[in-house]
């Protein structure tokens, strides 16, 4: 396997974990506290990043030279810009769907924005020499 293939592969899965994470969060926000699914899924984004960004580290791409802290805010950076995207994906299919499932609309905005994460962390966050 290719250095690309195998990390994107470790990525995907820390990914479905991330989404597990998600969607667990997602859906005690909307059915155990009665928040509403938008309100509901800005508690799940931050704990999914937290996740992600621990498992990522350690599996995907390994820790960086860099302090933790700011490994942890270039982490953030990416993850905030294919948050926003993923957030309006999100919310754009919950807004045009009769089902209105916010499981379902977070699995399909999840991957639509996969590539777009990956892409930013490999070239940019953790490439090499960084």
Not at 4 to 27: E, M, P, Q, Y
Not at 67 to 94: D, F, I, M, W
């Amino acid at each position: 396997m290719t250095r690309f293939d195998s990390r994107f592969l470790r990525f995907a899965l820390v990914g479905a974990g991330g989404f597990a994470v998600d969607a667990i969060i997602l859906s005690a926000a909307v059915h155990g506290a009665g928040l509403n699914p938008f309100a509901g899924r800005i508690l799940s984004i931050a704990a999914a990043m937290l996740a992600t960004w621990l498992m990522n580290r350690r599996f995907t791409f390994g820790r960086r030279d860099a302090p933790t802290a700011r490994e942890g805010a270039g982490y953030a950076s990416v993850k905030l810009a294919g948050q926003v995207l993923n957030y309006a994906v999100y919310s754009g299919l919950l807004l045009l769907s009769p089902l209105r499932a916010p499981v379902a609309a977070l699995a399909l905005a999840s991957i639509v924005v996969m590539f777009f994460n990956y892409t930013l962390l490999d070239r940019w966050l953790y490439r090499r020499g960084a």
